[in-house]
């Protein structure tokens, strides 16, 4: 029952059992099919609209870590704890390109937005391939394990993070275009849509956000544990980040947030496993190790949006053309909800 009369308790559209721990969810960028990452090494292909399993495929020995569709939907690519990514063609069925990632897990995948390049991060090693599985171009030069890639929208550069600060790269040199030096160990990296800014979470309860013009940054610190999620709105006002149970969201907009204080949404009870904005709007969703989904309208900092499963969220996100959230479980369940279906009474 809802006491509170300013949210809704929603149920899901659709639930589904899993095998097991579910390390991460992707819409196809049509919003079609779901697709699913999990510790078993499995991954499986789900109908949005209705939950059905469309297909399942051992995808690695070990876990499958990551997971990431390419922008023209035509191809599915997999990293795993065996140390390979997987290429799968999601137009016929057939077995994968299999590329090896330099090291023993490949942690790391990020497609290129406006080609068909896939960048892996595997260890030390970044490397580019193309879809059938040549390596384009290897950088090396990383003083410790790679925490994050992203690929800017010009298709030429892209940010690592790992620990010591962030480096950017230009495919076609060898050598580092620029780097953001600091002294410290990083948990993430989140660049920004309009590409001026970089955010990365440390193990040291604090957070930097770099502008990637002028190589000034910005500490934000006293967090209560280590940030271990980061996420831009579409319009790179809102930076979300979570430590312990809450969820804390930076305003950028005007001269930026120096000198204000963060919006802290806390509701959770527990850990916040993950956290996605929904596109074009300033939505937040949030998954803890609770079992509570909320989501939240951050420029009100109030709950539109709650229900609760029996098993900790280990992953959502958001249908890319829809108001659909995915969100997965620590035991393998998936779940759809649509924010526009009817309210538990």
């Not at 016929?92 to 991060?121: F, K, N, Q």
Request: charged share 20%; net charge neutral.
């Amino acid at each position: 029952m809802n006491s509170d009369p300013n949210w809704v308790m929603m149920g899901p559209a659709w639930q589904v059992s899993g095998r097991d721990y579910v390390r991460s969810l992707f819409w196809s960028p049509d919003g079609q099919r779901l697709a699913i990452a999990a510790a078993d090494g499995t991954l499986r292909l789900l109908d949005a609209i209705t939950g059905k399993e469309l297909k399942m495929i051992q995808a690695h020995t070990g876990g499958a870590l990551c997971m990431a569709w390419s922008p023209d939907g035509h191809w599915l690519a997999s990293g795993g704890e065996d140390g390979l990514a997987c290429l799968w063609d999601m137009r016929r069925d057939g077995p994968a390109e299999i590329l090896e990632g330099g090291a023993y897990w490949v942690e790391h995948l990020a497609w290129c937005p406006r080609s068909r390049r896939l960048a892996t991060g595997a260890g030390r090693n970044l490397r580019i391939w193309n879809p059938g599985g040549e390596l384009q171009h290897q950088f090396s030069d990383h003083s410790s394990s790679i925490m994050g890639i992203s690929w800017f929208r010009d298709a030429r550069r892209l940010l690592t993070a790992s620990y010591g600060g962030l480096v950017l790269w230009r495919t076609g040199l060898d050598s580092r275009e620029q780097t953001y030096p600091w002294k410290g160990s990083f948990l993430n990296l989140a660049l920004s849509p309009d590409n001026r800014k970089c955010a990365a979470g440390s193990q040291e309860a604090s957070m930097l956000v770099w502008d990637i013009k002028s190589g000034e940054k910005i500490g934000m610190s006293g967090y209560p544990g280590k940030v271990s999620r980061l996420d831009w709105d579409s319009r790179s006002r809102y930076l979300a980040s979570s430590a312990g149970n809450e969820a804390i969201v930076w305003d950028f907009a005007g001269a930026g947030p120096t000198g204000t204080e963060p919006r802290r949404l806390h509701r959770h009870v527990d850990r916040v496993n993950d956290l996605a904005f929904m596109p074009r709007q300033p939505v937040l969703a949030t998954g803890g190790e609770d079992g509570l989904i909320i989501v939240w309208s951050v420029p009100t900092g109030k709950i539109t949006h709650l229900s609760i499963l029996d098993e900790p969220v280990s992953a959502l996100r958001w249908n890319p053309v829809s108001a659909d959230l995915a969100v997965g479980t620590a035991y393998g369940t998936i779940a759809c909800f649509n924010l526009k279906s009817p309210p538990i009474h």
